[in-house]
């Protein structure tokens, strides 16, 4: 039973311009980790919010901080000064969170800029020497230009860091440190995160100043309107019954998720081939290659994107209808994520999870987190026997026929060229 919220945003204290703004965004009542952290963040605390994506958080950190700057924004353009920074692990993200705050400050004056790594920091230093007052930044390119004496941080009076687990597991540990140290003592600081490993608790730990605490309930976070299925299958034959369900099962768009970079393009190349259109996203992109992904996907020019997690976190994309987990993950609460982008604002949508032998016990743990059991689909064409045990890729090659002793010496290097 998911709670039915009566709340409306008016009851937060968010000024007209800024509920103008959400009105026309098509929002009417706060979700819950909204309800819970704004009035904390209008109340200047620092705040852990531990919630998932598509919870509505980033509106959670953004609404506030607009009503908090909402009254210094009348400086001269050019003296304008950075207040707040929201630091972003992946370019996507904060594309997407500068979208989030152009759509809430249309009615004010407040100036909103992005700046990520991947692509030429020239236009990037252009629009900082104008003057913002809202930075969204990944780390790297943050620190670039900190370094260049383009951005001052000494005015920050609100940081946010958002999925700081993921953040911490892309190695940004050092640099997150460094961020928070070159800005004031005196600001606040809000935490996102999915979930709060040890990692993340340190963080806060170090950095937070007695900071309240928001829980979404993760499991809360999957909608009743996904319709999640589960299929057995032998690993070698997954991409076979991929292409089964796309024929004959799947109607509408779909989000593929892969386990890595090599998985995606390997799949691309197979549904290529199969006549299906289809995009990609993973690490090793350039930022312009994976915006141009999203955007054919978003314009329904290709029905398939096939997707890493780590590039994939984050994106919002309206009226997804599946999501299919080609490679089921090893961390539960991934799978929620992932699940998530789909059913969104009312909508309904399905999961497909594909499990070979290996990955039974993933299946168990997501069962655990969503407390719930996910329907199994027996009745496909390639079954995995029950007993099976999970696949171990063996060479071919056995011990060499010729007895010790009578190698040749060129055979004798060979064997040293193990790569």
Request: aromatic share 6%.
């Amino acid at each position: 039973m998911r709670q039915i919220n009566y709340m409306s945003f008016k009851d937060l204290s968010l000024n007209k311009p800024i509920l103008k703004a959400i009105t026309e965004a098509g929002y009417d009542n706060p979700t819950l980790v909204q309800e819970k952290t704004i009035p904390l963040v209008l109340n200047k605390k620092d705040v852990i919010v531990s919630a998932q994506t598509g919870t509505g958080k980033t509106a959670a950190f953004a609404l506030p901080i607009l009503q908090l700057l909402f009254d210094k924004q009348d400086a001269p353009k050019s003296g304008k000064k950075i207040k707040s920074l929201i630091v972003s692990p992946t370019r996507e993200l904060a594309i997407q969170i500068e979208e989030n705050f152009k759509t809430y400050s249309k009615y004010t004056n407040l100036r909103t800029t992005v700046v990520f790594g991947g692509t030429s920091i020239e236009p990037q230093k252009d629009i900082l020497k104008k003057g913002v007052d809202i930075l969204i930044a990944t780390p790297g390119r943050l620190l670039d230009l900190h370094k260049q004496d383009i951005v001052n941080l000494d005015y920050v009076e609100i940081l946010v860091l958002d999925e700081a687990d993921l953040m911490l597991d892309m190695g940004f540990i050092d640099d997150v440190k460094k961020i928070e140290r070159l800005c004031t003592n005196e600001k606040q600081i809000l935490l996102f995160s999915a979930t709060i490993p040890y990692k993340v608790e340190q963080l806060a730990n170090n950095i937070l100043n007695n900071p309240e605490r928001v829980e979404v309930a993760q499991n809360a976070s999957i909608s009743n309107n996904i319709n999640q299925v589960l299929y057995y299958v032998p690993k070698r034959n997954k991409i076979e019954l991929c292409l089964h369900l796309l024929r004959n099962t799947i109607k509408g768009n779909i989000i593929i998720f892969r386990r890595t970079k090599f998985g995606v393009e390997k799949l691309e190349q197979t549904l290529l081939k199969n006549g299906y259109k289809v995009e990609t996203i993973h690490g090793d992109k350039s930022q312009n290659l994976r915006q141009e992904a999203l955007q054919k996907f978003k314009n329904k020019e290709a029905k398939i994107l096939i997707a890493t997690d780590v590039a994939a976190r984050g994106i919002d994309i309206d009226n997804l209808d599946n999501v299919i987990n080609f490679d089921l993950p090893n961390v539960p609460e991934t799978y929620v994520h992932r699940i998530g982008r789909t059913a969104r604002a009312g909508n309904s949508g399905t999961s497909y999870s594909l499990c070979s032998a290996d990955e039974k016990a993933y299946v168990t743990t997501i069962q655990q987190l969503i407390q719930n059991q996910i329907d199994v689909v027996e009745d496909h064409p390639y079954p995995l026997d029950p007993k099976a045990k999970p696949e171990i890729h063996k060479s071919k090659k056995t011990g060499s026929k010729y007895k010790k002793g009578r190698k040749s010496t060129a055979s004798k290097k060979k064997k040293k060229r193990w790569y």
